[in-house]
């Protein structure tokens, strides 16, 4: 009986240390998936509505699209920095902008590989890359692979989406 016993004992630690296991590898998979959508800074829908108007509100928080020529940016040919209309994340900068033609402001590079993020957009029965802003996530175009030299992309973005800071230089020219 008492053999019995400490077999029962030794398949209960064995038990409680699989489910030990289990609970550790769950707890490495969320944390995975957390960091794939975790921006620098997070607000919900309501704070969101308190700092943006409603239009601004339903691009970048909703990623709607303004129509194209009504933008107060895309034919803007003044030398200055694009700043996110959200968080002021630095984004595009006037050296990289170009006339594309579609009524949308348009630029070959961002200032920084980190001031931007992408991601695939399977809405509307397309395959296109999204834009977002790399601090806030918030929504601000498209980029497509027809721009013009040195990089051949075309990031396609919403004017209400950004801020412009007239003569502000290029913060990536510091940068080598
Ligand atoms: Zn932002």
């Known amino acids: ?97 170009f006339d594309s033609g579609t009524g949308w402001p348009s630029f070959w590079m961002p200032v920084s590989e980190n001031s931007v993020k992408t991601q695939s957009d399977y809405s509307y029965s397309m395959i296109r890359v999204e834009v977002l802003c790399g601090k806030c996530g918030g929504h601000l175009g498209h980029v497509f692979e027809d721009g013009p030299q040195p990089t051949g992309l075309r990031y396609c973005i919403n004017s209400i989406a950004l801020n412009f800071e007239e003569g502000k230089e290029n913060p990536s020219k510091d940068t080598p």
């Open 1 to 97: 009986m008492k053999y019995f016993k400490s077999i029962s004992l030794v398949y209960f630690f064995i038990l409680l240390f699989i489910h030990g296991c289990l609970l550790n590898s769950n707890k490495e998979e969320r944390k995975l998936e957390n960091k794939k959508t975790e921006f620098e800074i997070t607000k919900t829908d309501e704070e969101w509505k308190k700092i943006l108007t409603p239009e601004q509100f339903h691009v970048l928080r909703k990623k709607g699209t303004e129509p194209a020529f009504t933008g107060k940016y895309y034919n803007n040919k003044k030398k200055g920095l694009y700043v996110c209309a959200g968080c002021g994340n630095e984004l595009f900068h006037s050296d990289a902008k």
